[in-house]
């Protein structure tokens, strides 16, 4: 993403001559590519990963729907994408486009690559000893994806990337750059598990809760667009040496990160409060089929009687005692 220009002083005038001069053209989007070797790496150990549980899934006589695998491929190619194609050759360029690959990052890629549902392949092939389910499980994994702490995390996120230093030093460096891409994926990836994790079952209240969170994190994702369309001076310095004249600007290439971050947060929640609805309406459907059940159980399993129900109630027997 940053890598481009690390080697540019940050107080230089003009872009750095490794990136395409001119504006983007449609042909950009799959000619333009520059390597992330973190995210490589990482796309290959999860595919080579998700691989060997398929052979061991299909040797064991497990059931897997194709639809999972070219959900799940499609993922890891959307992955690559972001992190090496035109996103990444660009964002050194146009404020705009680095916000579009933070935001591909944190909550678009994540969520087609576990939608393949790799974590419940693992658990079908590994059981809970699995190594997969042991960090799913971890405590500091469960924490960050609870329903309640994750989609508050979304608008945090962007706030230290913006004023926290966070995006001005990554800009800069490239090592910094391919760590920031680890990190939004997989912190993105907790986000999303969640949502997409059949095999983790929430109570309904709590499901409940984050779809609360869920409606408040659609407007407080308002405040950093509005600080970036309404502040006449440079959140992340680097832009101001690097943006070219095709693009307007540094101050109009802001203006428009600020747009985007506020349309791409409100319209990407929106599937993210969608999915929580559905699994609330699941989760409680499943609760209730549960104690239908147990009640259905109690009901065999006691004895015949002619007392009327109300007299065995602990909370209205003493009422009728007299």
Do not use: K, N
């Not at 549902?117 to 924490?143: E, T």
């Not at 059949?198 to 509005?226: K, Y």
């Amino acid at each position: 993403m940053h890598a481009l220009s690390a080697s540019v002083p940050v107080s230089a005038v003009a872009a750095p001559s490794s990136v395409p001069p001119g504006p983007l053209r449609w042909s950009d989007l799959v000619t333009e590519w520059r390597p992330d070797p973190i995210a490589i790496t990482l796309v290959i150990t999860v595919a080579v990963g998700y691989a060997w549980y398929r052979v061991r899934a299909r040797r064991s006589g497990i059931g897997w729907a194709r639809r999972r695998d070219v959900t799940f491929t499609v993922g890891l190619l959307a992955t690559v994408w972001v992190c090496c194609g035109v996103a990444q050759v660009r964002a050194a360029q146009v404020e705009w486009i680095w916000m579009a690959q933070l935001l591909g990052l944190l909550l678009v890629v994540p969520l087609v690559v576990l939608a393949g549902q790799p974590v419940q392949l693992s658990r079908d092939v590994a059981g809970d000893a699995g190594p997969v389910h042991r960090i799913v499980d971890s405590r500091f994994v469960r924490a960050i994806s609870h329903p309640l702490i994750g989609p508050a995390l979304v608008p945090i996120v962007f706030l230290v990337l913006l004023f926290g230093g966070v995006g001005q030093s990554a800009a800069t460096s490239p090592a910094l750059g391919w760590l920031l891409h680890l990190a939004l994926l997989l912190l993105g990836a907790a986000i999303a598990l969640p949502l997409v994790d059949t095999g983790r079952m929430r109570t309904s209240l709590g499901v409940g809760l984050a779809l609360a969170v869920g409606f408040v994190e659609l407007i407080v994702d308002v405040f950093p667009w509005i600080v970036l369309r309404l502040i006449g001076h440079p959140v992340i310095g680097y832009f101001v040496a690097h943006t070219p004249a095709w693009a307007g600007g540094w101050l109009h290439a802001q203006h428009d990160a600020g747009g985007l971050l506020w349309m791409a947060a409100e319209v990407l929640d929106l599937p993210f409060v969608v999915l929580l609805m559905i699994r609330w309406s699941r989760v409680d459907a499943a609760e209730a089929a549960a104690v239908d059940a147990r009640l259905d159980a109690e009901e065999r399993d006691a004895p015949a009687s002619t007392r009327p129900w109300f007299l065995d109630d602990p909370q209205l027997r003493d009422r009728y005692q007299h």
